[in-house]
């Protein structure tokens, strides 16, 4: 983790002279004379920029002409720690005989701590480096440390250090995006509305602060709230590719196909159009049923990022829709080895499998659903479902009784469950879940009967017990 921010070196040195002159003795293979200062300062400048090669070079050359200077030991642990050698940085920094109190040691020894998950060492060593700088020019310092109260679950510690370190001249997105999030896990997305309508009456001109405002209101489930903003934003700035992605997403999202249609051409008309939003459009196009044109754009949105995982998967829904379920699952597989914890596309590629008899092989993906998570109701319900395609009643059984365990009392689990009873004749065991159902959620009873309606309706038991519900529920 380098500090991303050149003032914290003496303001004696300029850092893009320093940068040039390096640059022009490699490029001239010469050798020029830097002190181990000027190399530490060069050292830092190339990672921040990600440039691992040349900032390894600049540390070799630190370390073969100033050998002895206490300096060396901070950069040896800078290089450690940019090759992951973060044990190794962290021992070179113990052993160095340099001022601890430095803030340049302090904050390399933070991050090796960070790299370490040694979350409240490294909170200790980069508030020795606040202090250093008697608290003054800290912002990159207190997201350090906001970050690493986020790794110790602490989102209030973290919060709070995220908004000091608010730095409104760079990388402002990412910035809003950790607010957000901390807001978002302490539940206090009010209160994160309020925070960003704050930031805009600051600049009522931040595209990144009408953007986050917009985020949240997707977080709360007010979608036209958010499609709002995010025409701010466009007024702003029309060329905002992410803002006519959000605004597609939301009108597909609340079923206003025709307005994705429009919002995307108006995007074309901006050149703002990046891939994905080709496949919004694509897939506003299939669900107004126009096919043709729904393929045109996935196959388009695949040319321009053959790596885009949204382009094959809609034209594997596509074919899914088109009963071509061996096609479907090439393009679905395809997506998922791209987007491997996308399990939207899996949930398809099980239900393809199933058309196909495979249910072996639909299992196996509902395994992999429940493997990266196991709170998924619908992927036991899926299994369920297999089993039940199988002519396995008893592992359909299984299956439910699986998710039961792990979600407790789930409503749509349990009516499947009742489900299950009814079909194999167990009329007492169906009444007593179908009971525990109903009083968890009554109105789930409607999806229950279209499970079999003409059996279903047709016991007596059943439908007593659902009209003494509806009288105690007040329908």
Wanted: some cysteine; proline content about 3%; glycine content about 2%.
């Amino acid at each position: 983790m380098a500090f991303d921010d050149d003032s914290f070196m003496d303001d004696d040195f300029d850092v893009n002279e320093l940068v040039s002159r390096f640059e022009d003795m490699v490029r001239q293979q010469q050798s020029y004379y830097f002190d181990a200062d000027e190399l530490n300062v060069i050292v830092e400048h190339y990672l921040q920029q990600d440039n691992i090669k040349r900032a390894n070079l600049a540390a070799d050359i630190a370390i073969k002409f100033h050998p002895n200077n206490p300096m060396i030991q901070i950069i040896k642990a800078k290089k450690l720690l940019a090759n992951s050698h973060a044990k190794e940085a962290l021992s070179t920094l113990k052993n160095a005989a340099v001022d601890r109190e430095d803030a340049d040691y302090q904050i390399t020894l933070g991050s090796c701590y960070s790299e370490l998950h040694e979350h409240k060492k490294a909170i200790n060593a980069y508030m020795k480096a606040v202090k250093a700088f008697e608290y003054k020019e800290c912002e990159d310092l207190f997201n350090f440390i906001a970050i690493e109260y986020e790794n110790l679950g602490d989102y209030e510690n973290a919060l709070n250090y995220h908004i000091k370190g608010l730095n409104r001249k760079i990388d402002i997105d990412n910035q809003y995006f950790e607010i957000r999030n901390c807001y978002s896990m302490l539940n206090r997305l009010e209160d994160a509305l309020d925070f960003f309508k704050k930031e805009i009456d600051l600049d009522p001109y931040s595209a990144p602060a009408w953007m986050a405002l917009g985020s949240c209101y997707i977080r709360i489930g007010d979608l036209d709230s958010a499609v709002e903003q995010f025409e701010y934003v466009l007024a702003i700035d029309p060329h905002n590719s992410k803002a006519y992605i959000d605004i597609a997403t939301a009108y597909n999202e609340t079923g206003r196909f025709s307005q994705t249609l429009e919002i995307v051409t108006e995007a074309i008309r901006y050149q703002a159009c990046p891939p994905l939003l080709y496949c919004l459009y694509g897939e506003a196009h299939a669900k107004l049923g126009d096919m043709a044109e729904a393929m045109r754009n996935y196959k388009k949105a695949m040319k321009l990022d053959e790596n885009l995982p949204e382009a094959y998967a809609g034209i594997g829904f596509l074919l899914s829709d088109e009963n071509n379920p061996k096609s479907a699952i090439k393009f679905l597989k395809h997506a998922h080895t791209l987007s491997p914890y996308n399990t939207d596309y899996m949930f398809v590629m099980a239900e393809e499998y199933n058309k196909l008899d495979e249910y072996d092989k639909a299992l196996k993906i509902v395994n992999e659903i429940l493997s990266l998570n196991p709170y998924d109701e619908n992927a036991y319900i899926t299994m369920m479902e297999c089993y039940i395609l199988k002519d396995d009643v008893e592992n359909a059984f299984s299956s439910i009784d699986r998710g039961l365990n792990i979600l407790g009392n789930n409503a749509p689990l349990l009516y499947r469950k009742a489900f299950l009873h009814f079909a194999e004749n167990e009329n007492e065991s169906g009444l007593l879940t179908l009971e525990t159902a109903l009083e968890i959620d009554y109105d789930g009873h409607i999806e229950f009967l279209n499970f079999d309606a003409e059996n279903l309706t047709n016991n007596a038991s059943i439908m007593e017990l659902i009209e003494e519900y509806r009288i105690k529920n007040k329908k």
